[in-house]
């Protein structure tokens, strides 16, 4: 970095300032606090943004969310080449940057890691991010110290895309990096079209049976998604939609409502009641990245049948695998050694979705938890799926296999036109447009399901039916260092302190298709116990039980 560089940095940072005691840490997908205290982290993560645009030479995005939190919160997560997240070799160092007490120290570790990653200053492209924010009140502040921390490296150019999902915002990045065109309408194109090619190749006769109800009703939990949505519903006039709790709507964001709320309560988000009975409901997170369905019971107080991420994974694991069972009917076709189809989980989807899975004959794969891990390994298939029971997931398909499919969709198209191989093979390359790859995306997933739904011929209960959720109850253990406890094979086994794991053992072993096990909490000093069983009190003794054992070990 040459003396301009650095004077500019230093003239930069010292307009964002840590405040007094802050300490951020990177989570899962980002930074995320109180939006009082965020400016310089997000500034910060502007710098961050711009060296990796120039060490990969592509373009990045910086979205600023706080997903599921409170209106009061903001956050800022990172997109990368491919519009996934952050590379996780470069966490550590977006930690020590956020927390760099000084313009002078801020400095000093940049030239560091700039000469250690040999990051080109001076290289043919310049650094290029996408902007985006949510509805959040901080949210244009925000993004404005992303763009000043982007632009003080010289040359780098911030782009701002307007309000946006996150989900939008990775597909942008990911669409701008393979040279496609990558608006909003470019999206929401793409989107459509794809849904349409789908709907076209619905069985004659298909689309009404089983009691399906035409009607779906979203909750958009007041944030981005809901306006989105409605977006998306004037170009799919085929679709009988209703969103509430919208963003035009006078409630608070993720207040009551919301995928997360759902999925954790178990009960109707604001503004869905009894009278809504029947009808199958869904629910979007606040930056519309988490999906889940749900049906209203009849019942005053709206308790719900819920329909989780892990019920979504299995809707299209059926649904996929049916397709190349029809593309593999064909001799020929069997010789392609790569069609993989990979369903990725972590320990804490429902046993009940494993088993069924598993007994469809499908390859089961555990990772620990977070979307990070589940998409890496969802990478190393032909076809990899993956969701957690909160709603978040994605599907993945190989570049190689969605060569070959086109060829096959080619050969097919002249040689076997109207087969159902045929239409197996547009029905695959229809759904790796209409699903979001880089990402989790609510929008795109609300319409695979609704399209899976009328292709299946199937209500949300036939869908429900699929198997039926064991028992769970989920503990936390207050304990002096989390550190303490180590774990292995996707954090299902403690490794450390010694015995712990023999304890567990035994206890599950007192019960019923017992099933439990505990991990140290990524961000507090807690122990998370999970537990299932057959029956919910069997689940809820043998947690409590674990959770002594745990604190037992652990003092």
Known sequence: MNELQKSLILESSSRFLIPQGVKVSYGTAGFREDASILSSTVYRVGILAALRSLKTQSVIGVMITASHN??????????????????????????????????????????????????????????????????????????????????????????????????????????????????????????????????????????????????????????????????????????????????????????????????????????????????????????ADRLVYFSVLPESNAPIDLVDGDKILSLFAVFIREQLSFLNEKEDIKNFDKSRLGIIQTAYANGASTNYLKHLGLEVNLTPTGVKYLHEKAADFDIGIYFEANGHGTILFSETFIEWLEVRSNKLSSGSKGSEAEKAALRLLAVSKLINQAVGDALSG??????????????????????????????????????????????????????????????????????????????????????????????????????????????
């Open 70 to 287: 409170k209106v009061s919160d903001n956050g800022v997560k990172i997109a990368d080449p491919s519009g996934g997240m952050l590379s996780q070799d470069w966490e550590p160092f977006a930690d020590e940057l956020a927390n760099a007490p000084s313009p002078q120290q801020l400095l000093q570790l940049i030239t560091e890691f700039v000469e250690k990653e040999r990051i080109p200053f001076d290289g043919v492209r310049p650094a290029e991010i996408l902007l985006g924010r949510d509805t959040r009140p901080s949210g244009e502040a925000l993004l404005e110290a992303a763009r000043q921390g982007v632009t003080s490296i010289v040359g780098a150019v911030a782009s701002d895309m307007g309000i946006l999902t996150t989900p939008q915002l990775h597909w942008m990045v990911r669409a701008r990096n393979k040279g496609i065109k990558a608006s909003e309408q470019d999206y929401f194109e793409q989107l459509s079209n794809s849904f349409r090619c789908l709907m076209d190749l619905i069985p004659t006769g298909q689309s009404k049976c089983d009691g399906m109800n035409d009607k779906l009703v979203v909750d958009g939990a007041n944030g981005v998604g809901g306006a989105k949505l409605q977006i998306l519903h004037k170009l799919l006039s085929v679709l009988d939609i209703e969103v509430r709790n919208s963003s035009q709507d006078e409630g608070v964001l993720n207040d009551g409502v919301g995928a997360d709320y759902v999925q954790k309560e178990k009960v109707a988000p604001r503004g869905f009641g009894s009278k809504d009975a029947g009808i199958r409901c869904a629910s979007l997170d606040g930056d």
């Open 446 to 555: 609300v319409l695979l399901v609704e399209v899976i739904l009328k292709h299946m011929g199937w209500s949300i209960h036939r869908w429900n039916e699929l198997y039926h959720d064991l028992p769970s109850r989920q503990l936390k253990v207050k304990v002096a260092d989390r550190t303490s406890v180590v774990t292995a094979n996707a954090e299902t086994v403690v490794v450390r302190p010694p015995g712990l794991q023999e304890a567990i053992n035994a206890e599950t072993a007192k019960y019923t298709q017992g099933r439990c096990f505990v991990r140290p909490s990524g961000t507090e000093d807690v122990v998370r116990v999970y537990a299932e069983a057959s029956t919910q009190e069997a689940a809820d003794t043998l947690a409590n039980c674990v959770a002594k054992l745990v604190d037992q070990f652990l003092g």
